[in-house]
């Protein structure tokens, strides 16, 4: 005759498989949060447009074929940095004073460069530069085949002297400018881009910043201009006040340590059954 303990047993078989299967559920969960957080591209997709939008050329090119075949640019100690948005004075703060962005000691591959191998733009042409996340910017030709040199070359970034290169450089493959001075500021953007191709924080405060796209996946060339919607639905940069300084996956290690508590108190109840 079954014991006491016997058919207790019996009786949470049910409730223990109930429990592993939430438990599995939420640990796919915690898989496709981790999928989406980590943005990082390993190549990039070039391609040129028609002005009827049919693809005329394209290509994808991984870093380590870009590394190893094209001209790289920056050499892993110097540098360089993009500016936030002013709050206090002149806006523009045409001294550069104040709210530096560090976009590290990167190495990468000017845009002009990957743009020619898919046939090079043309003068009235204009450039996106496409991130996973949705968000783009446009650049006239003269930005990326004459840059000013206080804008310097625009660069592709796939390297950080801190983190190394992709998946460990968190923000690659990642936009930066490459400056003269290694600083790219809010008055360096007002004298070398066309208004369209400015970034404003809230539509009011310049901030370069905003052109440093990262995860990049795509670099477009649009015979006679870009003429879709300007933006994305996405900023590739953290949803953060500009002086946040959460650090990169605080949302999934915030999501890990969720579904770890919700595991202990699941193992917490069945042992108290």
């Keep these: 005759m079954p014991s006491l303990n016997d058919c ?52 994808t090119v991984t870093y380590q074929w870009m590394e190893a075949n094209l001209p790289v640019h920056g050499d ?20 550069e004073t104040t709210n530096f962005k560090d976009k590290g000691a990167v190495k990468g591959t000017n ?7 898919v046939g090079g733009a ?24 004459e840059p000013p040199q206080r804008q310097g070359p625009i660069v592709l970034c796939w390297y950080d002297s801190e ?18 001075d290694a600083v790219f500021g809010n008055w360096d953007m007002h004298e070398c ?5 400015q970034h404003f924080f809230g539509d009011l405060k310049p901030s370069t910043g905003g052109l440093s796209v990262r995860w990049v996946d795509e670099i477009g060339i649009y015979a006679g201009g870009y003429t879709g919607e300007q933006g ?14 959460q650090a990169p996956g605080f949302g999934t290690v915030s999501a890990t340590i969720g579904l770890l508590s919700v595991a202990f108190i699941l193992r917490w109840r069945g042992l108290g059954r």
């Design 163 to 180: 983190t190394g290169y992709p998946p460990d450089y968190f923000a690659g493959l990642r936009l930066v400018f490459f400056a003269d």
């Design 122 to 145: 043309s003068p009235g042409d204009e450039v996106m530069i496409h991130a996973v996340d949705g968000y783009h910017v446009e650049f006239c030709y003269e930005n990326i085949y």
């Design 232 to 245: 994305g639905p996405a900023k590739s940069m953290p949803t953060q006040t500009p002086e946040s300084n």
């Design 8 to 59: 207790r047993l019996f009786r949470l078989r049910p409730a223990g498989c109930t429990q592993r299967t939430l438990l599995l559920f939420l640990l796919l969960l915690l898989l496709c949060t981790t999928s989406h957080a980590a943005g990082q591209t390993e190549s990039v997709h070039v391609v040129r447009y028609a002005e009827d939008g049919s693809v005329l050329n394209e290509t």
């Design 193 to 197: 881009l066309p208004l369209k191709s």
């Design 111 to 117: 845009v002009r460069d990957l743009c020619d191998l």
């Design 76 to 95: 892993g100690t110097t540098h360089y940095y993009h500016q936030g948005p002013v709050f206090e004075g002149d806006k523009w703060d045409e001294n």
